[in-house]
């Protein structure tokens, strides 16, 4: 895994911008630097060696030096591949991955993408046609961003890079604060940075003459039509696990209380494991995950994060996150990397298996839910039509609006922090976005339509929730260690059987991922393999109960710059609130980390 960053554009000084740029990403790839410039392009790349640790440096050519490549990520049958491409005539000077991308482009065009399995987001650029080609993987694993400003182009692994070209314009989106206070997370098209955005995942972008083309090559669509057995979840596991472990250096794992960790450690030869944890009560696992690593016999390390620790970090967390990010797991994984990038590069982790196998509460029916079947929708729909319009005055019946109204209606995924009542009530006229809830979840409903109600629930979390939140989270805070994380559930031959499964076997009234749980029994002991997911949860909401905390976050709803966003009296009104109700920890958190991050690119000089 590694980074790159580059531009097109007629700038006489390339080396120099580049150099700047490349620097600002030195986190994802400690272990060496690469440079390609022309009189048209530029392009940097930072390297963490895992695989052919003495030949895998980029940029990487092909045999006669017209094509150039920058990749991160790892291709899990690059082996295969190099096979089928020596018999073919392609002579490789290397073993890594990388090279395979490269011939690949040569021999199958643009349709190379179809041949990978892996995590990827990598470059092509022919040197003779100046055309510029560049993809992301089937699941948005690695990240990829973009952006056409007059003449122009730039792109890379992270957005920090670009605010180091002196022609890149940075500017505000208006338009991303107000879902985001929604979502936690970035969800739109373009990103907070005006004219940025990310390269979808399964898509392709192709640029030359100022002109960009982004095609999809892949969709994240289930079709529930086979009953699938608990062999085949362990065969296709075991598949995976063993080629996500292809590396030439030692390879960890994480490990919590939970199912899913817990099942990739088992059946992975790893020797190390890692778990953090919190001071508090009902938010520590470390006891959970030392028990079960004393069952693998694994040389297991655990950290317990304070208070003070948790807060210290929250601006460099933003920072590393590019955008707004409000997820609370993303602190304790912060740590967690920390402490296992002390010990190894590579880590096995379970993203992924909760929206594979339909692992979320929000998946189970109700009680209000089944009673609301009785009727039919044309009598059910419109009674959930009413009882929304009530709910906006009597909150006790919002749960019956839900039961009797469409999915799309009241699902948008795993994260609803605040109602877009809530968040324009909070907001200056100016951030009102014109970009609605609806709008940003309706085209994933329309491509469900037909399917299950937790079939249609988990295609959203599929495209918009993994991709936007998880894996973004995923990404960047293992990488601000310089760490490689690895998610072997979400591999495409895995993805292939997970889509098919009919959706009772995933849920049933009471039960999450039970088709998988069934399968984990084999492999983990009963009280990990059917515990209920709990996730990195985190005392937020206790702790800022603490005078000196609360006076600190007071301090920061109270800047200057925050009044041009908010009406700073409902934020403090907020806080006043959470104090005696502890109700609002999560809405506070989500301003919080929105005014961090502004502070850190924005206010202050960026660095």
């Known amino acids: 895994m590694c980074g790159f960053t580059g531009f097109i554009d007629g700038s006489i000084d390339k080396k120099q911008i580049i150099k700047s740029m490349n620097d600002t990403i030195i986190h994802r790839g ?41 990749f991160n990520g790892e291709i899990y049958n690059y082996q295969e591949l190099r096979e089928v491409l020596i018999q073919r005539g392609h002579i490789f000077r290397t073993h890594s991955d990388s090279e395979v991308i490269l011939h690949g482009y040569e ?56 605010l180091k070209h002196p022609s890149f314009k940075k500017q505000f989106n208006k338009d991303a604060l107000q879902p985001y206070l929604t979502f936690q997370t970035s969800v739109l098209d373009e990103t907070f940075f005006k004219g940025v955005k990310p390269l979808l995942p399964g898509h392709t972008l192709r640029y030359s003459n100022g002109v960009i083309n982004v095609q999809s090559y892949h969709e994240l669509t289930f079709e529930p039509k086979i009953k699938v057995s608990k062999d085949m979840i362990n065969d296709i596991m075991r598949d995976s696990v063993k080629a996500h472990q292809i590396a030439d250096v030692e390879v960890g794992s994480f490990l919590s209380s939970g199912v899913d960790s817990s099942y990739i450690a088992s059946i992975s030869d790893v020797h190390k494991t890692f778990t953090v944890g919190f001071q508090r009560d009902g938010f520590n696992e470390c006891d959970e995950a030392k028990e079960l690593a004393s069952i693998l016999e ?71 839910w089944g009673l609301s079947r009785r009727f039919p929708s044309g009598i059910r729909y419109p009674i959930g039509y009413v009882l929304r319009k009530l709910s906006n005055y009597v909150s006790k019946i919002q749960p019956w609006a839900d039961a009797f109204s469409p999915i799309e209606k009241v699902f948008i995924g795993q994260a609803m922090i605040m109602s877009e009542k809530e968040s324009k009530s909070l907001l200056k006229k100016p951030y009102h976005s014109k970009v609605s809830v609806e709008t940003i979840v309706s085209p994933w409903f329309k491509i469900s339509k037909g399917l299950s109600g937790p079939h249609r629930k988990m295609h959203l979390d599929m495209n918009l929730w993994l991709n936007r939140d998880i894996l973004t989270k995923a990404d960047k805070m293992t990488m601000a260690h310089s760490l490689e994380l690895r998610v072997p559930f979400l591999d495409i031959k895995v993805w292939n059987v997970a889509r098919e499964i009919e959706s009772s076997q995933n849920i049933d009234k009471t039960k999450t991922k039970k088709l998988f ?19 990195f949860l985190v005392p937020f909401k206790f702790w800022i ?16 710059f925050v009044e041009e966003f908010f009406n700073q009296e409902k934020l403090l009104s907020l806080l006043n609130k959470h104090s005696h109700s502890i109700s609002e920890g999560r809405k506070i958190y989500t301003i919080l980390c929105f005014i961090l991050w502004y502070e850190r690119y924005f206010v202050e000089d960026f660095h």
Do not use: C
């Not at 055309?131 to 730039?154: E, N, S, W």
């Not at 029994?521 to 209920?532: D, F, V, Y």
């Not at 609360?550 to 800047?559: C, N, P, R, T």
């Open 545 to 560: 109960l603490d005078e000196h905390i609360m006076l600190w976050i007071k301090e920061k709803f109270s800047l200057p």
């Open 107 to 162: 021999e199958f065009g643009e349709d190379i993408v179809s041949h990978l399995r892996g995590m990827f987001a990598f470059v092509v650029y022919d040197i003779e046609q100046k055309t510029f080609f560049a993809a992301r993987d089937h699941f948005g694993i690695k990240p990829f961003y973009y952006a056409l400003q007059d003449d122009l182009f730039i792109y890379g692994s992270e957005i920090k890079s670009f």
């Open 30 to 70: 400690p272990d060496g630097e690469g440079f390609y410039i022309d009189d048209s392009i530029a392009m940097g790349f930072r390297r963490l060696s895992i695989i052919d640790l003495s030949h895998g440096d980029q940029p990487i050519f092909n045999e006669d030096h017209t094509k150039v490549l920058n």
């Open 517 to 535: 749980r069934e399968a984990a029994l084999e492999k983990i002991p009963q009280a990990w393999a059917n515990r209920k997911k709990l996730g």
């Open 298 to 368: 694994t040389e297991h390390y655990s950290k317990v994060i304070t208070p003070d620790e948790f807060f210290s970090v929250l601006s460099d967390i933003q920072y590393h996150a590019d955008e707004p990010h409000s997820n609370l797991s993303a602190v304790p994984l912060f740590f967690l990397s920390k402490m296992a990038a002390e010990h190894v590069k590579v880590v096995l982790s379970g993203e992924g298996a909760d929206e594979l196998f339909g692992g979320y509460e929000s998946y189970l029916p109700t009680k209000k």
